[in-house]
């Protein structure tokens, strides 16, 4: 099963194994951020999971 965060009419799907670990919204060009979890993942623009103190970008995916 998948997690899905919605943004800019596209959604970004995440894996369920992976929703422990912290999700952070990128607002656009950076200018603010705000917190969000997978069971409540709406996000405004794009989801990024934090791994390994790594931001990874999830690409857009059409349903």
Sequence with gaps: MFS???GLRRWLVIRENQAEKAVICLWS???GR?????????????CCEISEGEAMLY????N
Aim: net charge positive; charged share 20%.
């Design 34 to 46: 705000a917190g969000c979890s997978l069971k409540t993942a709406f996000c405004t623009i794009f």
């Design 29 to 31: 060009k950076r200018i």
């Design 59 to 62: 690409k857009p995916v059409r």
């Design 4 to 6: 899905v965060c919605f």
